[in-house]
Nanobody, 126 residues
Framework: QVQLVESGGGLVQAGDSLRLSCEAS????????MGWFRQAPGLEREFVAA?????????YYGDSVKGRFTISRDNAKNTVYLQMNSLQPEATAVYYC????WGGGLSRIEDEYAYWGQGAQVTVSS
């Protein structure tokens, strides 16, 4: 089992930056590929980013966030981060951290992630 707790969400204005954190605990979280997803009101959950479990880290981003969001991790702290820059109102969503099932590479497919956090609300006002 892996437990995930997101933090760092909040209300910001368009153009601002925000950094989300996801602290992992339990069974070897530092050996898992980690991802971020988001779900806006009335929409399906969307892939945001993923990062490999060991360095040199490989990253993978959803098309809508490329160039503005950066995923990183600190395995010594069992923490994954999502740095979000130049936020726009369409980024308003609940952001979820997820830990991938062992085996396989970076993925944007929800079913390949076995563990999920409770979510962090990010609201961007115009």
């Amino acid at each position: 089992q892996v437990q995930l707790v997101e933090s760092g969400g909040g209300l910001v204005q368009a153009g601002d930056s925000l950094r989300l954190s996801c602290e992992a605990s339990g069974r070897d979280p530092s050996t898992r590929i980690m991802g971020w997803f988001r779900q806006a009101p009335g929409l399906e959950r969307e892939f945001v980013a993923a990062i490999s479990w060991t360095g040199p880290y490989t990253t993978y981003y959803g098309d809508s966030v490329k160039g503005r969001f950066t995923i990183s991790r600190d395995n010594a702290k069992n923490t994954v981060y999502l740095q979000m820059n130049s936020l726009q109102p369409e980024a308003t969503a609940v952001y979820y951290c997820a830990a991938r099932r062992w085996g396989g590479g970076l993925s944007r497919i929800e079913d390949e992630y076995a563990y999920w956090g409770q979510g962090a609300q990010v609201t961007v006002s115009s």
